[in-house]
């Protein structure tokens, strides 16, 4: 039962189809019971008479879900294995146990159903808290009780029955003070436009309608009458004549039908047909929002507006069905002193709240005030609902800003930048969309979210928006980059390659600079890369400088709003703000939320109003208009692009490759030098196949040791705690949580066994999912069910781990479209033939390939080497590591030493 009420479950539990259908089923189940909607119940069963909770459920949703049923969910031995059947039989079973268990407090009617009190109702009343059990009693009151709640029950189902029910129609005259006409008819519960009007009824009696007959539609017409009369007393007139068909109504009584009954009736069964117009937004007081800009040069108004101190005119005005509306015309209105009105042709209503609040905004209402951008933009994407008092209808933007506004909220397409000229690669269109976007934004005075799925460039991206800032002499101020600790590197070697203009200072390590110096480095630096780790050590020094913006890199870092590190983040000193994340919203709303609080403080709201407005109503109930509503005010503001977007497939390569730089920890870094001193003396005194020999057990031990210190150590394969002990695991874990979050599956190749269940052992425990691993150990039988494992089951593990030489040839692994690298075959040919285990035919999807490469050590040098003879790799790479061991000893030192920039 706690899975059915609760859609978490542990991260090692994965549930099957049924299961997610009974979860769906419980929650209809659920809000029945949390909206009352119960109906105390008498069931014979074997002769003996229980009490009962009975839902009382919307029909049509019923038959939706049972249409949606698996056939998993039928599979029964014995019983009726019909769908809707067998759901109601679920939904009744569920809601009256939760009904008992929620209601099993002390009170008059607790106690045992048998009980032998002289009245057999106040024993089905006791029998419906506590455990299910008979009803005592003599069969002549069992009799007796099953007449009396059948006569009960009958009351209650005065709205209709399961075929017909009554329904009243509401309809408007053609001009003011003429009469309502409020109809009476019964309507068909499985097709609402199926309706018999109450003059056919009574001409007709019993009558066939369809496929339908109709039995007793007089009887049924007045009992709805009588029980609708308790909500609405000017339906008493109607049942003073005879043959009730219609009756007239005021206006006065007409609005009191529409706002106060209407509901109430529905909610007890009847069908209500009120004028479209009813339901309509502007078919009501409201208020129009007009934004224009404080220049008066429309064409400019995009520079006259930029930055974040940048400010508009705006005016609100009163609108009534979606006109203007005057203080005369407003006036004229309510002299009427009806609620509902004919304006311009169309009826609409005056409540008497929404008067009040019109007289209150025409005694104070100012001729103009001034608004912030973001502002105007949280008005035009429906984030302000209410002002005033009054609902806001419309926001009209003026001038250029019309303009401006269909383009950010993508009523109109971006116009693409050009590429920057010193820009060392090409941008893909989409690319050139993005950092054109995030210009666009930043020059509004907007912090903007890229969202890209993973392996789409928003690096890049970013950094065009920097070299073409550079280009355009807007780097007056240093921009702060703030990243994990595993991605520092990686950032530096990216703006070498591709913006090697930019000046860029990696502030991380035991010898990053501080206070004067630092200030110093700083008049000669155009970006600084930090990590998220250093915010919370230097929170002074980096507090102290005024950043021309502030970039986070893995935004998802500050999903925590309380953190010590988030609220430091939120305080730094910033021209503009941008968050890049493959992963906006990992588990809560509420992580947006905090996103969003760093990039456009007070968007979205305090985080209690966000909570109560939004994550509430969609995490818990599903609320499709809340969804809707966040996503008109994010959208904006935040670029999701998936690899699977047709626009961006066309875009984009068969196969991506990379680099992932990561850095040592201390320990790696010292057992890395002590390997490289002891291994070098060894080798002054060594020649031939000795030294071939000694060469290659150096670079075995140091990659080893590049690895993971417990594979150098031969330790026993760690838990997660071991992660902290390697860069490189570091940055593997934080790219696995990224690639399974969003559905996708992945290869990772290791030379090493030892390696290979390490990895195992660490992911299978930090993503709480199965991880395969094959090695030149794996049974061939084992080994064909692996592969077909992953490859054909849906539920199946989402990484697979192989080892170069048992699973780097031979296999078809296209589901994965992604492909890590952990330690190098410094072969290309090989690697290659590995990559194409999921690069190869059948692959539908765009392959990226992750090549990871620890700074500062022989991994990046021997890298360079490879990259700078790429088109004579194979012929100047031999196979394995044997042509390094031609290397001079000077040369070998010079290639293996531990350079700065190796060490986290």
């Known amino acids: 039962m706690e899975w059915l009420e609760n859609e978490r479950v542990p991260s090692d539990v994965q549930l099957g189809d049924s299961t997610h259908y009974w979860q769906r089923a419980a929650q209809l189940g659920l809000e029945a019971l949390a909206g009352q909607r119960l109906i105390p119940g008498l069931e014979r069963v074997d002769g003996r008479l229980y009490a009962r909770w009975l839902p009382h459920l919307d029909a049509h949703r019923v038959a939706q879900l049972a249409g949606a049923m698996p056939p998993v969910c039928r599979a029964l031995d014995g019983g009726d294995t019909a769908p809707e059947p067998l759901l109601r ?50 069969e002549a009151q069992a009799e007796s009780l099953q007449r009396s ?96 068909s219609e009756v007239e109504l005021s206006a006065e009584e007409a609005f009191r039908f529409l706002r106060d009954c209407a509901p109430l009736l529905e909610e007890s069964g009847f069908g209500v047909l009120v004028p479209p117009w009813w339901s309509r937004s502007g078919a009501r007081l409201g208020l129009r929002a007009r934004v224009s800009p404080k220049s008066s040069d429309s064409d400019g108004v995009a520079q006259g507006m930029m930055g974040l101190e940048g400010l508009l005119n705006y005016r609100w005005e009163l609108a009534l069905g979606g006109e203007r509306l005057s203080k005369e015309e407003f006036e004229t209105l309510v002299a009427h002193k009806s609620p509902l009105v004919r304006f311009r042709g169309e009826w609409v209503r ?39 008092g009054l609902v806001v209808e419309e926001v009209d933007f003026e001038g250029g800003l019309a303009e401006w506004f269909d383009r950010v909220s993508g009523g109109r397409t971006l116009e693409r930048l050009p590429v920057p000229t010193d820009l060392r690669t090409e941008l893909r269109p989409y690319q050139q969309i993005g950092y054109s976007w995030l210009e666009f934004l930043r020059d509004a005075g ?23 800032d550079q280009e355009r002499g807007l780097l007056e101020a240093p921009v702060l980059l703030i990243c994990p600790t595993s991605v520092v590197s990686n950032w530096q070697k990216e703006a070498e390659r591709f913006t090697p203009a930019l000046r860029v200072l990696a502030h991380q390590g035991p010898d990053r600079t501080r206070g004067e110096e630092f200030a110093k480095e700083l008049e000669h630096t155009d970006l600084v890369v930090t990590s998220y780790a250093l915010v919370r050590r230097d929170a002074r020094l980096l507090h102290s400088v005024e950043w021309r913006g502030v970039i986070l890199d893995e935004a998802q870092n500050i999903k925590n709003p309380e953190a010590k590190q988030t609220k430091l983040i939120y305080g730094l000193p910033a021209g503009f703000r941008m968050a890049l994340t493959g992963t906006p919203v990992e588990n809560r709303l509420g992580e947006l939320w905090s996103i969003m609080r760093f990039l456009n403080p007070g968007y979205l709201g305090s985080r209690k109003e966000f909570r109560r407005s939004f994550a509430l109503p969609i995490e818990r109930e599903g609320d499709e208009e809340a969804r809707e509503r966040l996503r008109r005010l994010t959208s904006p503001l935040v670029l999701r692009r998936l690899k699977t977007d047709p626009r961006v497939i066309q875009d984009l390569p068969e196969k991506q490759e990379s680099k992932v730089y990561c850095r040592l920890g201390e320990e790696q870094a010292s057992l890395y030098e002590a390997v490289v001193q002891d291994a070098m003396a060894d080798l002054s005194d060594s020649e031939g196949i000795q030294r071939k020999g000694l060469v290659l057990s150096m670079l075995t031990r140091l990659k080893q040791i ?25 940055r593997l874990l934080e790219l696995m949580e990224e690639v399974t979050s969003v559905g996708d599956r992945a290869l990772i190749f290791t030379q090493y066994r030892e390696m290979g269940e390490m990895l195992q052992n660490i992911l299978s425990e930090r993503l709480g999912a199965g991880v ?27 990484i697979f781990i192989l080892s170069l030489k048992a699973g780097g040839t031979g296999l078809n692994l296209t589901r994965a479209n992604h492909v890590f690298h952990f330690d190098r075959w410094w072969n290309p040919a090989v690697e290659d033939q590995a990559t194409d285990r999921a690069f190869r035919i059948g692959q539908s999807r765009n392959v990226q390939v992750h090549k990871f490469v620890c700074e500062g050590t022989l991994e990046e040098r021997i890298d360079a080497m490879i990259e700078q003879k790429k088109t004579l790799a194979e012929s100047v790479v031999g196979a394995g590591e044997s042509w390094l061991t031609e290397f001079s000893d000077r040369d070998l030192r010079e290639m293996v030493a531990l350079r700065r920039g190796a060490l986290a």
């Open 89 to 138: 039989d679920f939904l009744g079973q569920t809601c009256d146990a939760l009904a008992r268990a929620w209601t099993s407090v002390p009170g008059p009617l607790r106690g045992d159903a048998s009980w032998p009190g002289s009245d057999p109702g106040l024993r089905w009343a006791r029998a419906l808290f506590g455990p299910l059990r008979p009803i005592a009693g003599s």
């Open 350 to 388: 005056l409540d008497p709240e929404q008067v009040e609040a019109a007289v209150r905004f025409f005694s104070r209402q100012e001729t103009e005030s001034e608004i912030s951008v973001l502002e105007a933009l949280r008005l035009g994407t429906g984030g302000v609902e209410e002002a005033e």
């Open 706 to 730: 590049c690895n993971h210190p417990a594979q150098f150590l031969h330790e026993a394969p760690g838990a997660d705690g071991e992660a902290r002990r390697s860069g490189k695991l570091l």
């Open 149 to 244: 709640h059948h006569l009960w029950l009958r009351n209650l189902r005065l709205a209709g029955d399961e075929y017909f029910r009554m329904a009243l129609r509401l309809s408007a005259p053609e001009r003011e003070g003429e009469p309502w006409l409020l109809d009476f008819l019964l309507q068909a519960q499985d097709d609402p436009s199926l309706l018999v009007g109450g003059g056919d009824i009574w001409r007709a009696g019993e009558a066939s309608l369809g496929l339908r007959r109709l039995t007793e539609p007089r009887e049924k017409l007045l009992a709805g009458l009588g029980y609708a009369a308790r909500f609405f007393g000017p339906l008493e007139r109607a049942l003073e004549g005879s043959n009730p």
């Open 446 to 468: 907007l912090g903007a979210c890229l969202a890209d799925d993973m392996g789409l460039g928003k690096t890049i991206e970013a950094l065009s928006l920097l070299s073409r």
């Open 772 to 798: 395969q691993f094959l090695h030149g150990g794996t049974p061939a039988k084992k080994r064909t069910a692996m592969v077909h494992r992953f490859q054909e089951d849906e539920e199946g593990p989402a």
